[in-house]
């Protein structure tokens, strides 16, 4: 396990020397899913003497897009205003759904919590893209969010091989291992990387209901 790296794009986004981004991201709030908020807890008690920065609370998110190409400070108020009315009327295509979180996976840079079933976050990111690009063209992005997950926590140093293994056991050991989560609401969010300290940290632009619900 290695230190984790922010990217802006393919590029690293380092604290200090890169603005903040604008994201689409599906907010996670462990308050209304109090499942989840035991099975995060579990990891934490497992992993406390890790080098790992664990999310906090409010800062639970899965990332659905990032704005690579300019800074959030560059999106004017002009194309804020029209990614959120497009982004509501892609949303009006997809009704909310349910996903199950877990099994956590001790992975290369941190801890990350699987979801499944793919269909419907998959979905889900298809439409979000659509309406980036119809505001602000197909180049805006060249960030890959890959198989969509939920990070749990941020490696902070280098392991050797022994310790990752002894990881990956305590992190398998906890129990429940799963918890469902419903996903109804995407937020377009300023997004602040600090590279040093290993957080994500946003202000909100915006939030969609999916199914055009209120």
């Known amino acids: 396990m290695k230190p984790f790296t922010f990217q802006q794009g393919k590029d690293a986004w380092e604290a200090g020397t890169a603005p903040s981004l604008v994201h689409a991201y599906i907010p996670v709030v462990l308050g209304r899913n109090p499942e989840l908020s035991e099975l995060v807890h579990g990891i934490r008690s497992a992993t406390k003497d890790d080098p790992l920065t664990h999310v906090g ?8 897009y990032q704005l690579s190409s300019k800074p959030a400070a560059e999106v004017t108020e002009e194309e804020r205003r029209a990614l959120t009315t497009e982004l509501t009327r892609q949303m009006e295509t997809v009704a909310p759904f349910d996903v199950t979180v877990g099994s956590a996976l001790a992975y290369g840079s941190g801890i990350v919590f699987d979801l499944g079933p793919d269909e419907p976050l998959n979905a889900l990111r298809t439409v979000t893209t659509r309406a980036f690009e119809a505001v602000l063209g ?10 969509l997950h939920l990070t ?4 902070t140093a ?4 022994e310790h990752y293994r002894q990881l990956h056991r ?3 050991r906890v129990r429940p291992s799963h918890a469902p989560l419903h996903v109804d609401t995407i937020a377009l969010v300023d997004v602040v990387a600090n590279d040093a300290a290993k957080t994500i940290t946003w202000q909100t632009l915006a939030e969609v209901r999916l199914g055009g619900t209120r």
Request: proline content about 0%; cysteine-free.
């Open 138 to 147: 197909s180049g805006a992005t060249s960030y890959d969010t890959a198989v």
């Open 152 to 155: 749990e926590s941020y490696a």
């Open 158 to 161: 280098e392991v050797h091989v």
């Open 170 to 172: 305590r992190v398998r």
């Open 57 to 64: 609370d409010q800062w639970f998110h899965i990332t659905l």
